[in-house]
């Protein structure tokens, strides 16, 4: 019953929960949970450990930290409602800071997480892979080491979960991170445009992303018809543009790779006025065609790509109209 009421006092608001971590709650309850622990004891402490981590702002980490190697046993467990709340603890933990998610990563519990991947029920699956997702936003370290690695990678998992509709998004958001893109279907894919998009106005993970690939599945999304999505990716490719690594002399690599990808044809044929412009800036600042390649004497040449010319066929004063 103490456990109950602690833990409906700290669920009813962040303020109400760290009154109850301020009266140092967390260590008697850590105790509860040992081995010789009756099931319904074992429940009712790891659900009232979960609200003890959950909400926003969240609590102190380092009041929330002593619980981690707790959970880390709880996920092991066998009972459902037991697994289901410690993996919803680990998400309320780990959707913090880097430092936060190396400390849920150095506890052990990414091997065990990515076997709950295949969990057949959405009570468990969805919190462990939320879990996944927020570990998967951490550093380029924390994604590449302690996801790919363990147990032969998360991806093998999060493919299989695209099957399933009621964590399609979750599913997504976690793949998105993962440079999985090109491998959904195009619901799949709207879903996971915009986290791919945010990772793309960082240098390290927009050059992570490019040599995993990303530049053709974004080009290949401006063919849809959904003018929104084309946006995003035109905004995604123009993000890359600008992390050019400059080392290749006048000419920006990146344009270079969208070319190949046949994303510059794909560029030029909209006729949406937002698009057209998004367009036409685009090409302004990374290409040039090929009779203003010869630039004046004294001029310094921007890193752009040279193009056929094209045309845009009779463009309309003010750009195109939408309707």
């Given amino acids: 019953q103490a456990e109950w009421a602690l833990g409906n006092v700290a669920g009813d608001s962040p303020k109400c929960r760290d009154l109850v971590l301020n009266n ?18 074992l429940r009712t402490a790891t659900w009232t450990l979960s609200t003890f981590c959950r909400g926003k702002p969240q ?23 037991i697994l289901t709340d410690a993996c919803w603890a680990l998400s309320y933990i780990s959707d913090g800071t880097n430092n936060e998610i190396q400390a849920v990563i150095e506890v052990g519990v990414c091997p065990r997480l990515m076997s709950l991947l295949m969990y ?21 370290v924390q994604t590449q080491e302690n996801l790919k690695r363990n147990n032969n990678g998360a991806l093998p998992y999060l493919l299989h979960l695209l099957t399933n509709v009621y964590n399609k998004k979750d599913a997504c958001w976690t793949i998105s ?42 080009c290949d999304l401006l063919n849809c018809s ?5 946006v995003v990716a035109l905004e995604g490719l123009e993000n890359i543009l ?33 698009i057209y412009d998004k367009v036409i800036k685009i090409l302004n ?11 004046a004497p004294g001029v310094a040449p921007a890193p752009i790509c040279i193009r056929e010319s094209r045309s845009f066929g009779n463009v309309p004063s003010g750009g195109f109209n939408s309707g």
């Fill in 120 to 140: 057949p029920s959405p009570n468990v699956l969805i919190p462990a892979l939320r879990t996944v997702g927020n570990i998967v936003t951490g550093d380029d």
């Fill in 59 to 81: 609590p102190n980490f380092e009041q929330s930290r002593p619980s981690l190697s707790s959970l880390e046993k709880l996920i092991h467990s066998t009972d459902e409602v």
């Fill in 226 to 230: 959904d003018a929104k999505i084309i």
């Fill in 24 to 41: 140092n709650a967390m260590t008697p309850l850590l105790a509860q949970l040992n081995e010789n622990a009756v099931l319904s004891m």
């Fill in 285 to 295: 600042s990374y290409w040039v065609e090929e009779d203003e390649e010869n630039v």
């Fill in 242 to 274: 600008t992390k050019d690594p400059g080392n290749t002399g006048s000419i920006n690599i990146y344009a270079k790779f969208i070319d190949e990808a046949e994303g510059l044809e794909k560029i030029e044929t909209h006729d949406n006025n937002e």
């Fill in 177 to 218: 991170s993962m440079e999985l893109l090109a491998n959904a279907e195009f619901d799949i894919k709207k879903e996971a445009m915009q986290p791919l998009a945010v990772h793309m106005n960082k240098s390290n993970r927009c050059r992570y992303l490019v040599n995993q690939g990303c530049i053709k599945p974004l």
